[in-house]
């Protein structure tokens, strides 16, 4: 491990990054409530600040994984669709099985320039989340409970809302409702079985609901739905922590654009296609365990700098006061407490570092 690459797994570091993410965020949390006023002035306008003001906070995470862990992602899909991405609002179906798979989403709205205006169905818990779900609150995100008989009057209310969205945004939806795992397969194939639908090998069984409502109420707003299938090569199983540690995974993304009016609009029957693209799903990822990788050419847009400058901006706002902190600490603090914080600061940088062991 190279001199760069031992840095990256420093627990100060790591306290630095957090720092940043922590304290911008709240910045940009109080900024969002600041442009409330402006909400009920002008909307749209407030709206698209918003998701300048998102894109502060997202894009940190991106540059997380492009810049600071290096980490590839690779797009395959059709050269025809490629010129629509980032040009029109879609509908995104993405499988379940990885912690950061929603980073890889988030890296490819970067490229194509939607992060700052990209949805999700999320759950509801994660709305409460400092930062992020806070941010999510202003950008409008559809929140459920998995709980059909009260999700459907809210979910159905805030896609409505989001009919008139003056940025282009992609929806993601999870459609297998929660992350992959063997015994949640196996209790889904037990589902699939009772219900006499087709088992499958890689993904959950979708939970239509949600995709039926999304395809009805963003009919007219959303012009195609994006079927994504992705992994990761050499059978990695990437997490935050590693990426954090600087570990550099590669993503493989396979995408396919579906115009909206092919999609059925009667509820079973848009259900009944639901489970036939999952079924496809699970030929591509097949497909990829056999051959290590997805059909189609690869057509990946490369990574941009603004993650990058974003980052570098809010490390230099940040830490100057930080550093005068510290500077008078060691000024005008007494030895016992310079000497006490130097312990503790290489204790919690040793002590990260025996328990991660500069890995995962
Ligand atoms: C070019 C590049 C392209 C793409 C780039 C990729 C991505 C980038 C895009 C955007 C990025 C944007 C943001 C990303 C950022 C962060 C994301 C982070 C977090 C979000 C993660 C989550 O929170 S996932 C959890 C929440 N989401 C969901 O659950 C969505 C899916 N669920 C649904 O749609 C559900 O239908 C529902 C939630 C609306 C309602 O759920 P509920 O369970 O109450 O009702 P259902 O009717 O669906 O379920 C009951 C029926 O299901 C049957 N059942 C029972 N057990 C099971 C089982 N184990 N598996 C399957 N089915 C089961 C049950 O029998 C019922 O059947 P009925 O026949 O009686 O209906
Ligand atoms: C520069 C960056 C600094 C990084 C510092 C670390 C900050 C951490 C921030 C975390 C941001 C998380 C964004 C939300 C992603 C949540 C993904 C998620 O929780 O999916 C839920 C599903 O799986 C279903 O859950 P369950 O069915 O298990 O219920």
């Known amino acids: 491990m190279g001199f760069f690459g031992l840095l990256k797994t420093q627990f100060l570091c790591h306290l630095v990054i957090c720092y940043v993410f922590l304290v911008s965020g709240l910045i940009i949390n109080v900024l969002q409530l600041c442009m409330l006023p402006l909400w009920w002035i002008n909307k749209q306008l407030a709206r698209r600040v918003n998701c300048r003001l998102a894109y502060c ?145 890689h993904h959950l069984l979708p939970r239509t609901k949600g995709f039926c409502v999304t395809a009805q109420n963003l009919r007219g707003t959303v012009t195609a739905v ?30 396919r654009r579906i115009p909206l009016d092919t999609v059925p609009e009667n509820e079973p029957e848009c259900a009944a296609w639901l489970h036939q693209l999952y079924q496809e799903k699970d030929v591509f990822q097949e497909q990829y365990s056999q051959t290590g990788r997805f059909p189609g050419p690869i057509v990946t847009p490369p990574r941009r700098a603004w993650p990058l400058l974003n980052w570098l901006f809010w490390i230099c706002l940040l830490l100057c006061p930080l550093c005068l902190l510290l500077l008078q600490l ?27 062991g500069g890995g995962e």
């Open 57 to 201: 906070v997202s894009s940190q995470m991106v540059a997380l994984l492009e810049w600071w862990s290096g980490t590839e992602c690779t797009l395959y899909t059709d050269p025809e669709s490629y010129p629509f991405y980032g040009k029109e609002n879609a509908i995104v179906i993405l499988n379940h099985n990885f912690e950061i798979d929603f980073l890889c989403g988030w890296t490819f709205c970067e490229r194509f320039g939607v992060l700052g205006s990209s949805k999700v169905l999320a759950k509801k818990e994660l709305a409460y989340m400092p930062v992020i779900g806070w941010m999510w609150y202003f950008l409008e995100i559809v929140f459920c409970k998995r709980k059909w008989e009260e999700d459907r009057k809210t979910v159905v209310e805030s896609l409505q809302r989001i009919q008139d969205y003056p940025e282009n945004f992609w929806f993601l939806l999870y459609c297998e409702g929660t992350r992959f795992t063997e015994k949640k397969h196996k209790i889904s194939m037990e589902v699939a079985e009772k219900k006499g639908l087709p088992k499958l090998k």
């Open 330 to 356: 060691f000024h005008s603090g007494s030895a016992v407490t310079v000497v006490t914080t130097a312990v503790l600061c290489v204790a919690g940088n040793g002590g990260w570092g025996v328990k991660w």
């Open 226 to 255: 994006y079927d994504s299938t992705l992994n990761f090569r050499n059978n990695q199983t990437p997490t935050l922590l590693g990426v954090l540690n600087g570990k550099k995974y590669h993503a493989d993304l396979y995408v």
